[in-house]
């Protein structure tokens, strides 16, 4: 390639319409998922601390906030329900109550709703007493093949009340398969699986144990012995791998932003729907900057945003969905 004076890489940067024609990467709408947390009750709000502009939300006003979502364009939501503590157990069971708050809200959203695709959280941590994911073995151990058991309850208790999508964001090995097959068996050859497949031990989920409230109660205070070690990157190609081989849709990675050299990896080695989750700790981050007056709050949720699209996302787990889908409108 002919260097300076004959290429000027800032000859197409001049005008907006060239650097508009040569955009490699754009954010759309279409490329967010807006994380929502339910609560029980009717007409009942509750903000996040930790979380400025998230709020918990009873199913009658989640149901008004979907209708609003759909207006602006966004494709769908990722449910979390903030379980009552009092149903919380050792084993999680109330993950699989047909009638839990999951499931209820599940049927609500797509009946009142049906535009917008549900995501539904397979995990057991916001129904277990000791806020793991999975069942505790004598020694404290979270135990792998009865975890599964339990899950692929919980993953066809979602199904049934009619979720687009299940999102095992567990980690237990073999998973993923066991519910494929039990979807294929019992009728829900449709439902889509968006495995949480590279979910790292991060420090960054704080202020989302705080909204769902697990977060004073985990034993042993961390996930290390399911959720991966921060410090591997071909570890991560092996649990996609294997998470793609075993049935899943689409493919996650979590956390969002310090973890862009996985998201690269993965949408280059497997050209999967690839995922990426901008965690609860990286809005928060973002927002107490933003209210410092320390960053710019527009333009640095869209460039936050348009990172993952150009690290190969097909699409992102954001709290900014519903602020950066205004921004985008305008
Ligand atoms: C639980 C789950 C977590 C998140 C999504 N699902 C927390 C955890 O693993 O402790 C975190 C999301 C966020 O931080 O925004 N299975």
């Not at 009092?86 to 999951?102: I, M, Q, R, V, Y």
């Not at 050859?189 to 144990?209: E, H, L």
């Not at 409230?213 to 092996?238: C, F, H, T, V, W």
Request: hydrophobic residues 40%.
């Amino acid at each position: 390639m002919a260097s300076y004076p004959h290429t000027r890489l800032r000859r197409l940067r001049k005008n907006a319409f060239t650097r508009n024609l040569v955009a490699e990467s754009r954010l759309t709408c279409a490329d967010l998922i807006y994380p929502m947390f339910v609560l029980e009750g009717k007409n009942r709000r509750e903000s996040v601390d930790s979380m400025p502009g998230i709020e918990r939300l009873s199913i009658d006003l989640l149901i008004k906030e979907a209708e609003q979502l759909v207006a602006l364009g966004i494709p769908a939501i990722a449910l979390f329900p903030v379980t009552p503590i009092d149903l919380k157990t050792d084993c999680g069971s109330e993950a699989f109550n047909p009638d839990g708050l999951a499931q209820k809200a599940i049927r609500a959203l797509k009946e009142f709703v049906p535009e917008i695709g549900v995501i539904s959280d397979v995990a057991l941590d916001p129904f277990t007493s000791h806020g793991q994911d999975g069942l505790l073995d004598d020694s404290g151990y979270v135990s792998n093949d009865s975890t599964c058991d339990v899950l692929v309850k919980q993953a066809l208790s979602h199904a049934e009340a009619g979720a687009d999508i299940v999102a095992p964001s567990d980690m237990m090995d073999g998973r993923i398969g066991r519910i494929r097959s039990a979807l294929e068996q019992q009728g829900h050859q449709n439902t889509c699986i968006m495995a949480y497949s590279a979910k790292y031990a991060s420090s960054y989920y704080g202020p989302f144990r705080d909204a769902v409230g697990s977060a004073a109660n985990i034993q042993g205070g961390n996930k290390k012995s399911y959720q991966m070690d921060p410090a591997n990157s071909d570890e991560a190609l092996r649990e996609i791998a294997l998470d793609i081989e075993e049935g899943a849709d689409m493919v996650m990675v979590k956390p969002g932003m310090p973890y862009l050299d996985i998201v690269q990896r993965c949408k280059q080695q497997f050209g999967v729907p690839t995922f990426a989750y901008q965690v609860s700790g990286e809005y928060a981050m973002h927002k107490a900057a933003f209210a410092n007056g320390w960053l710019s709050e527009e333009e640095v949720i869209l460039e936050s945003l348009l990172a993952f699209k150009r690290a190969g996302a097909d699409g992102i787990l954001t709290y900014f969905a519903k602020q950066a889908a205004q921004l985008l409108q305008r």
